[in-house]
C-alpha cells in the first residue's frame, strides 16, 4: 500500500510479482484504506478469474471447452479424445495428432484472452477433421467469427515475446 499527496480521489491497484500495490490518497483514514486494500485486492482476483478463465485450470476442462466448441462449430463432429497442456513449444501455440485425437496446448497460452484460446482450440479441432492446412481446412476454421482477429493476436504476441512461433 502507498499513500500519496498528490493523489486525491483515486484508488488504483495493480500487482507487482506476488505482491498487490494499492495507491491511496495520503488523506484517507486507516478504515478507508483497510477497506480499499480489500476491495482491490477483491477486484483484481475477479478480474485475473475472467482473464484466465475456467479452461486455463486443468486438461479437464480444457478438453470440456474443446467439446463446447466442437459442438458450437462443427457439429459434433471432432471431439477430441485427450486433450492437454504442455510446456511452451518452440514453433507452435498447440498441436493435433489425428490418428489417436489428441491435441496439445502450449502453456503460453493460459495468459491470452479467451477468445484466443478459442481460436486455437478450433483450429486444433479443424484437423480432427482436414488434417493439413488446405483450403477446406481454412473453411473450416473459418467458422469461428473471431479467426482472424485471434491469428492478428497472435502475430503479435509472438513478435513482441520474440518467441517466432506460428499462428498456422
Same mark, same amino acid.
Given at each position: 500500500?502507498?499513500?500519496?499527496? !498528490? !493523489? @486525491? &480521489?483515486?484508488?488504483?491497484?495493480?500487482?507487482?510479482?506476488?505482491?498487490? +500495490?494499492? *495507491?491511496?490518497?495520503?488523506? $484517507?483514514?486507516?478504515?478507508?484504506? #483497510?477497506? %480499499?486494500?480489500?476491495?482491490?485486492?477483491?477486484?483484481? $482476483? &475477479?478480474?485475473?478469474?475472467?482473464?484466465?478463465?475456467?479452461?486455463?485450470?486443468?486438461?479437464?476442462?480444457? =478438453?470440456?471447452?474443446?467439446?463446447? =466448441?466442437?459442438?458450437?462449430? /462443427?457439429?459434433?463432429?471432432?471431439?477430441?479424445?485427450?486433450?492437454?497442456?504442455?510446456?511452451?513449444?518452440?514453433?507452435?501455440?498447440?498441436?493435433?495428432?489425428?490418428?489417436?485425437? @489428441? +491435441?496439445?496446448?502450449?502453456?503460453? *497460452?493460459?495468459?491470452?484472452?479467451? %477468445?484466443?484460446?478459442?481460436?486455437?482450440?478450433?483450429?486444433?479441432? #479443424?484437423? =480432427?477433421?482436414?488434417?493439413?492446412?488446405?483450403?477446406? /481446412? %481454412?473453411?473450416?476454421?473459418?467458422?469461428?467469427?473471431? @479467426?482472424?482477429?485471434?491469428?492478428? /493476436?497472435?502475430?503479435? *504476441?509472438?513478435? #513482441?515475446?520474440? %518467441?517466432?512461433?506460428?499462428?498456422?
Amino acid at each position: 500500500m502507498r499513500r500519496s499527496k !498528490r !493523489r @486525491t &480521489r483515486t484508488v488504483t491497484a495493480y500487482r507487482e510479482g506476488n505482491t498487490l +500495490i494499492v *495507491l491511496i490518497p495520503a488523506r $484517507l483514514s486507516k478504515k478507508e484504506e #483497510a477497506h %480499499w486494500v480489500r476491495e482491490m485486492e477483491r477486484r483484481l $482476483l &475477479r478480474s485475473d478469474t475472467k482473464r484466465r478463465g475456467p479452461s486455463r485450470t486443468s486438461d479437464a476442462t480444457l =478438453l470440456a471447452r474443446c467439446v463446447e =466448441l466442437s459442438d458450437r462449430y /462443427f457439429d459434433g463432429r471432432c471431439e477430441p479424445a485427450a486433450v492437454r497442456w504442455v510446456p511452451p513449444m518452440r514453433t507452435r501455440w498447440a498441436s493435433c495428432t489425428p490418428v489417436d485425437r @489428441t +491435441i496439445r496446448v502450449s502453456e503460453h *497460452l493460459k495468459q491470452v484472452p479467451g %477468445w484466443v484460446l478459442d481460436y486455437v482450440l478450433v483450429h486444433e479441432l #479443424a484437423h =480432427l477433421i482436414e488434417p493439413g492446412h488446405g483450403p477446406e /481446412f %481454412w473453411e473450416l476454421v473459418q467458422a469461428y467469427p473471431r @479467426t482472424d482477429r485471434a491469428m492478428g /493476436f497472435l502475430e503479435g *504476441l509472438s513478435a #513482441a515475446a520474440g %518467441w517466432g512461433l506460428s499462428v498456422e
